[in-house]
């Protein structure tokens, strides 16, 4: 059985989880061995012949989980191309997706050893009652305020579900 691939995040309300899953799921659905964890479980990376990073992003930075895996990981990531996908807008509008992806580049570039695959951003979901304290307060800022009576779920599965199958055939051509 060949070695298994790691799809590693950082959630903090569970949508990054949840498009981890899906992503995991697809690797599965093409004949792939996969481990599904967060980035803040015990893993030794260097079992991996593959990984997939997913993060949010949150005002423009990923989470400080994600910097503290890649600089525990640097040795064993730095001999890697990992691919990364960033949750970012609540809209599906590409014109959107512009300043998240320079965004994370540029939080990706703190890591000046580091050579992604690919970075690509998804949009994402925002359920202001499930954001934790400091950034829940922003729920009460005369602006959102509208946008925390209802969720926004701007996921696009069958996407997230091609990106993921476009990885798994770049993964068995190189076996």
């Known amino acids: 059985m060949p070695s298994p691939i790691l799809v590693a995040y950082v959630t903090r309300s569970g949508s990054t989880a949840e498009v981890a899953e899906a992503v995991g799921n697809a690797l599965r659905e093409a004949g792939l061995p996969v481990k599904v964890a967060r980035v803040q479980d015990p893993l030794l990376v260097g079992d991996y012949r593959a990984v997939i990073l997913g993060s949010p992003l ?42 998240p992806r320079e965004q994370a580049k540029q939080q990706l570039a703190k890591h000046s050893w580091l050579q992604p695959a690919e970075v690509h951003i998804f949009a994402g979901r925002l359920d202001m009652k499930r954001l934790r304290f400091p950034l829940s307060l922003v729920r009460f800022m005369p602006p959102l305020r509208e946008l925390s009576k209802t969720p926004l779920d701007a996921r696009d ?19």
Do not use: C
């Open 157 to 175: 599965w069958e996407a997230i579900r091609a990106w993921a199958a476009g990885i798994a055939r770049q993964l068995r051509s190189a076996a």
């Open 58 to 99: 949150y005002m423009g930075r990923l989470p400080g989980a994600m910097h503290h895996f890649l600089a525990r990981n640097r040795h064993v990531l730095s001999s890697m191309r990992p691919w990364f996908f960033v949750l970012g807008p609540w809209t599906a509008a590409p014109k959107d997706f512009e300043v």
